[in-house]
């Protein structure tokens, strides 16, 4: 009995995670993420969520994270850097980093800063950055400890 109550505590603690990254703005989820989050959060309170249902949340977990820099340079530094040259890019990177640009946004989920930094590498030498490497490996790599989404902010 005292084991079902654990697994019990830790399926709310599942659901509040998912509830919560659900409100993230700025994160670009996959259909498939979207949907995934949306048909878990409604399962029953007495679900007690799987292995692989807790390697994919933390797949989500580090895709929530932030950065606001990458190898010392800030989003906009980055953004300044491959403004210049948004034509030579893909009608779709074109299009968002002018968008960057003028948002001025200065912080970025993992997957979107992992993109930006690729498309500065087109026309600058960039060092890379281990900690949004590693955040970035983390949003493949399966794992099924839980997870804080609190620290990913």
């Known amino acids: 009995m005292i084991k079902r109550k654990k697994a019990l505590l830790e399926a709310d603690r ?17 259909d498939f993420e979207d949907r995934w989050m949306r048909d878990e959060a409604r399962r029953s309170e007495n679900y007690i969520y799987t292995k692989t249902e807790r390697e994919i949340l933390n797949q989500l977990i580090a895709t929530a994270k932030t950065f606001t820099h990458y190898a010392c340079y800030s989003v906009q530094e980055l953004v300044a850097g491959v403004y210049p040259h948004r034509a030579d890019l893909e009608w779709e990177n074109e299009k968002w980093v002018a968008e960057l640009r003028e ?9 979107l800063i ?40």
């Open 114 to 153: 992992h993109r930006l930094a690729s498309l500065y590498r087109r026309t600058e030498p960039l060092d890379r950055d281990e900690d949004v490497d590693e955040a970035f490996r983390a949003t493949r790599f399966r794992d099924s400890s839980e997870q804080s989404f609190e620290d990913a902010e």
């Open 14 to 30: 599942f659901r509040e995670t998912i509830l919560k990254l659900m409100r993230v703005a700025d994160v670009e989820w996959t």
């Open 103 to 111: 948002s001025g946004v200065t912080e970025l989920p993992v997957k």
